[in-house]
């Protein structure tokens, strides 16, 4: 079955398309943590049926459960009627956000998602306090805290903050290497704060291969975590916006590059789906669509860059790659990172790279955290029976989970994007 994005949200159609067959229920990240039929795709399906007729009240205990969904997209990758779970739930969390509110600190959270002057501020502020409530792991750019809070554990690793982001690091706005070809980079905004040596990378790959690289200093955020949050008056205004300055300078470049699978899908997939219903901002989202790129399917795809690495040395090091959801099951990448990454190291691949990391959003990080840990646990245990030296995927929030994860587990993988691996490459 194929459904255009605007019949998806006509969803008592949805719900009545499950034939009950199960096949969703085995990869079903929540179902895996918490097996109880209302928390697996069959499961929230008929929930959001119900509520959609009016038979079932959007309480705090179905508030409860259709915030337990991960998003993941596993169950629609296997449903032999491509029903798309996530997608309803990511609508019913805007009914859940209207009548429940969104709490103080993701309000909060999601103000600096609007504004990235005020996102430099908060962020300068918290590298300045980092220090005062938080150990520093520089070497794999985290830090866990010193006092166990209520969402806050000693044994939790969180990302740690940079002195300057990524976009400030850089005075020029475009980057002059030759004027044969432009990209626009997004960076997204995990890369911006915490991991800034992925743009770095990125910038010194796009140098060696001979691109302009255009900044975008004003992209905001993509929206991801409030679309997944149902925070829909932030996404409709981060969308609107990045849509305009898209507009603005998409002829000047081949493409806007973007090494996130999150955001990447964000910009190119769920844009259009969030627009369903307005029509002309749905028309100038699918417009864009053909210029935005993962960063590893854009360099693999249109340049020069695989038959490059081949001239390059074997690292002794070997990598196990994780596919994001966002990349394998929303835009079926999982080809071209392994493809970059496999010229200069040896792949040693995990018992399932397409499981769930259990990153799962921002409640799942906070709320809930403890269904985000359990299933991030068995991953991280995959990855360290590998023996690889480094554990990659082109996700920052997939990063933040797995490092998280790992430190449970005493996992010495070190993480890397592949953009990182393979600027390193280069240098060889
Ligand atoms: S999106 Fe993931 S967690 Fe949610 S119902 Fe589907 S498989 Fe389960
Ligand atoms: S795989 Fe699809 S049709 Fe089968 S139970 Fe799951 S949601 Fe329903």
Not at 86 to 110: N, S
Not at 142 to 149: D, G, V
Not at 255 to 271: G, H
Not at 322 to 342: F, T, V, W
């Amino acid at each position: 079955m194929s459904l255009r994005p605007q019949d998806i949200f006509n969803y008592s159609d949805i719900t009545d398309e499950c034939i009950k067959c199960g096949k969703c229920i085995p990869v079903c990240t929540i179902h895996n943590v918490n097996a109880d039929e209302v928390t697996s795709p069959r499961g929230f399906l008929d929930l959001l049926g119900a509520y959609h007729k009016g038979d079932l009240e959007l309480d705090k205990n179905a508030k409860n459960i259709f915030e337990s969904c991960f998003l993941c997209t596993a169950c629609v990758e296997v449903c032999p009627k491509s029903l798309p779970t996530d997608m309803v739930i990511e609508q019913v969390r805007a009914d859940i956000g209207k009548k429940f509110g969104i709490a103080w600190y993701k309000k909060l959270f999601f103000l600096l998602l609007r504004h990235r002057w005020l996102n430099d501020v908060a962020f300068k502020l918290g590298w300045v306090f980092q220090t005062c409530g938080f150990k520093i792991q520089s070497d794999i750019d985290s830090m866990n805290s010193r006092f166990n809070l209520p969402m806050l554990k000693v044994d939790r690793l969180l990302p740690s903050l940079k002195k300057v982001s990524f976009l400030n690091q850089h005075k020029k706005e475009l980057i002059d290497n030759g004027g044969k070809r432009r990209v626009a980079i997004f960076i997204g905004c995990l890369g911006n704060y915490n991991y800034v040596n992925v743009g770095n990378s990125l910038l010194e790959i796009l140098e060696y291969l001979g691109i302009d690289a255009f900044l975008a200093k004003d992209q905001k955020c993509c929206s991801a975590p409030a679309y997944f949050t149902g925070d829909f008056d932030t996404v409709d205004y981060n969308a609107k916006f990045n849509i305009e300055y898209f507009e603005s300078f998409s002829k000047d470049v081949e493409a806007i590059i973007v090494p996130e699978a999150t955001c990447s899908a964000m910009l190119k997939i769920d844009y259009e789906h969030y627009f369903h219903n307005q029509s002309e901002w749905r028309d100038r989202a699918i417009a864009l669509k053909s210029k935005i790129f993962m960063a590893t399917e854009w360099l693999e795809k249109h340049t020069e860059l695989n038959s490059i690495l081949a001239t390059k040395k074997k690292d002794v090091r070997n990598v196990t790659y994780h596919d994001p959801c966002h990349a394998r099951k929303m835009q079926g990448l999982y080809k071209e990172p392994r493809e970059l990454i496999s010229k200069n190291y040896d792949i040693v691949e995990m018992s399932d790279p397409n499981t769930c990391c259990g990153f799962g959003g921002v409640t799942m990080q906070s709320e809930k955290y403890e269904f985000a840990k359990a299933a991030g646990l068995p991953k991280a245990a995959m990855i360290k029976d590998t023996n690889a030296h480094f554990v990659s995927s082109e996700c920052s929030a997939c990063r933040m989970q797995i490092n998280a994860s790992m430190n449970y587990v005493d996992a010495p993988q070190i993480f890397k994007n592949p953009i990182e691996l393979i600027a390193e490459a280069l240098k060889s």
